[in-house]
Structures are given as structure tokens and as C-alpha cells.
């Protein structure tokens, strides 16, 4: 019973201090919707590195067929880091989406509350339209966001054994073995990479749909 409270106080304690720190930044003139604009650059960029990162390490990937057997250390040291700067960049662009959801659930709700202090119906009616559309279009980033970032577990997966395979096979056969899936893996980090590009393009739109439109 304790272990099924941890969950839900957890959220709330965490909710309670993101809705801390939205005041905070409200008081000295940055409001939850610079703070979503702001998060939403930052993922934008987070994936600009992880889709330059990701196709860094493919080519490091590709070129494994060509070493010649006295590097082959040297090579899976090359790899390993790759694979180890993917990881990184993958974990930095889900921590940047969920921080981009935090603050937009905020504003949502907060949005959300505000039509009921509206005492001119038309302007209520405009800003309710508002709303809805920055809804729709906030949805539409988030998916695009997410399928990409989803996209780069089976890239990690399969980096992770190939690199794993390496390391307890330093020879020519692990070579070869890596080589035989090496056109699998540029397939999918060719997918990951157009996902990316989707929802950096999105992020653009998003951004600037915010930047003109009126504060609500």
C-alpha cells in the first residue's frame, strides 16, 4: 500500500515545484508562455546535436569494415564513445520534451481558467478559439517530437550490441559480423534523422505561431 502512495505523491511533490518555479519567473516578468517558447528552442536545438551526433556515429560505423586488425582497440574505443555521446543526446532531448509538456500543461490550464474572467464575450469567444488552436498545434509538436524520440531506441539497441559485440570479439569475424548490419542501421538512423527534421520544422512553426500571436 505505502509503495502505491510513492507514485502519485512524487507527481504532485513535482508538480508543486514546477508551479513553484512558473510564479517565481512570473514575478520578475517571464511568463509561462516565454518559458514554453524557450523550452521548445531548446529541444529544437537538442535535436539539431542528437541528428548530428547520431549520423556521426554512423559513419564511424561504416568505416569499421575498413580497419585493419591492429586497431581494432582503437576502433571499438571510437565506437563505444559514440555510441556513449548518442545516449547522452537521446536522454537530453526526452528530458527537454517532458520539460516542453510541464510548462505547457501549465499554460493550458492556467489559459484554461483565465476565459472564465472575460466580462466581453466576443473577446472570451477569440481568445477560447485561441486556445483550441494552440492546442492543436502544440499536439501536432509533441507527436512529432515523440515519434522521433522514439525512433532512437532501436538505433540505441542496435549500436549497443554491435558495440558490445565488439568489445568481447576484437577480430576480423566481428568485423564482418558488424559489417553485415551496417546497411539496417544506416536505414534506420536515414529515418531517425527525417523524424528529426519533422519536428524541428514543426518546432520553427510552433515558435513562431507563438512569437504573433497575442499574449492571452
Not at 580497419?67 to 591492429?70: E, G, L, T, W
Not at 493550458?108 to 489559459?111: L, Y
Given at each position: 500500500m505505502r509503495r502505491l502512495l510513492v507514485v502519485p505523491l512524487l507527481s504532485l511533490l513535482l508538480a508543486g515545484c514546477a508551479g513553484t518555479y512558473y510564479s517565481a519567473m512570473e514575478k520578475i516578468g517571464i511568463p509561462k508562455r516565454q518559458i514554453l517558447v524557450d523550452r521548445v528552442e531548446a529541444a529544437r536545438g537538442s535535436q539539431e546535436k542528437a541528428k548530428e551526433t547520431f549520423a556521426s556515429a554512423l559513419e564511424q560505423f561504416l568505416s569499421v569494415a575498413k580497419?585493419?586488425?591492429?586497431e581494432?582497440?582503437?576502433t571499438y574505443d571510437r565506437l563505444n564513445?559514440?555510441?556513449k555521446s548518442c545516449e547522452s543526446r537521446a536522454k537530453d532531448v526526452r528530458d527537454r520534451i517532458a520539460?516542453?509538456?510541464s510548462v505547457a500543461r501549465a499554460l493550458?490550464?492556467?489559459?484554461t481558467v483565465e476565459l472564465a474572467q472575460y466580462s466581453n464575450p466576443s473577446l472570451r469567444a477569440q481568445s477560447e478559439r485561441q486556445l483550441s488552436a494552440t492546442k492543436r498545434r502544440y499536439a501536432e509538436?509533441?507527436?512529432l517530437m515523440e515519434n522521433a524520440a522514439a525512433r532512437m531506441d532501436p538505433v540505441l539497441a542496435t549500436f549497443r550490441d554491435q558495440v558490445l559485440f565488439l568489445k568481447h570479439n576484437l577480430n576480423a569475424q566481428a568485423i564482418a559480423s558488424l559489417d553485415s548490419t551496417s546497411r539496417d542501421l544506416q536505414q534506420d538512423i536515414t529515418r531517425l534523422i527525417a523524424d528529426m527534421d519533422r519536428?524541428?520544422?514543426e518546432a520553427d512553426a510552433f515558435i513562431a505561431t507563438m512569437q504573433q500571436a497575442p499574449a492571452n
Open positions: 580497419v585493419a586488425p591492429p581494432l582497440k582503437a564513445d559514440e555510441f520539460a516542453i509538456d493550458f490550464e492556467e489559459w509538436l509533441m507527436r519536428s524541428i520544422r
